[in-house]
């Protein structure tokens, strides 16, 4: 299970109410860019898009194709065909603790050379309509090491301590498998 219908349907009412939710993705551009060049990736997938801000503004600069894929947002929730890199910023932290494993999997299932993955190690400022932070799994970096290393070969780390931390690699071959 990737979401649940209450929490999908939580999701679409943040990014529909909540104005700034969903659209942070093009911040990552430039890291992303530079995993594609050296991945020579042909193609990125925005695991979790939000709004799709990190291709749009992609296509701005790149002819690389990007495909936005979130299961709560309609125009961008059909199952995405694989990727040669996959990309999922500010997701990881929100989603639901019981299927972190199944869309760990999914992801490892969508990348056909590598991935990148941003994720956020602290509590959000945004609350749910439930009275749940935004972010429900503020783990520490290593916990999100762990995790992936379990579905993806890891080949970069790093940690903002009390802040994010940066996963990224391939999905084959290992640096610290």
Not at 15 to 25: A, C, K
Not at 41 to 66: I, M, N, Q, W
Not at 112 to 133: E, M
Not at 156 to 176: K, L, M, Q
């Amino acid at each position: 299970m990737l979401i649940t219908d209450h929490y999908r349907a939580e999701n679409a009412r943040q990014h529909t109410d909540s104005q700034g939710y969903g659209e942070r993705g093009y911040k990552h551009l430039q890291d992303v860019l530079a995993m594609a060049s050296r991945l020579g990736a042909e193609s990125v997938l925005d695991y979790g898009c939000g709004k799709g801000t990190l291709a749009a503004h992609a296509k701005r600069v790149s002819p690389l194709p990007f495909t936005n894929y979130d299961p709560a947002i309609p125009a961008f929730a059909a199952e995405p065909a694989p990727s040669d890199l996959v990309v999922c910023t500010d997701v990881l932290e929100h989603i639901e603790p019981i299927c972190l494993q199944d869309v760990l999997q999914h992801l490892a299932s969508l990348g056909t050379k590598g991935f990148y993955f941003q994720i956020a190690c602290r509590p959000a400022k945004r609350v749910l309509s439930d009275g749940r932070n935004a972010h429900l799994l503020v783990r520490e970096p290593y916990f999100w090491f762990e995790n992936v290393r379990n579905h993806f070969d890891i080949t970069d780390f790093r940690a903002i301590p009390e802040h994010s931390v940066v996963i990224a690699g391939r999905t084959y071959g290992g640096a610290y498998k």
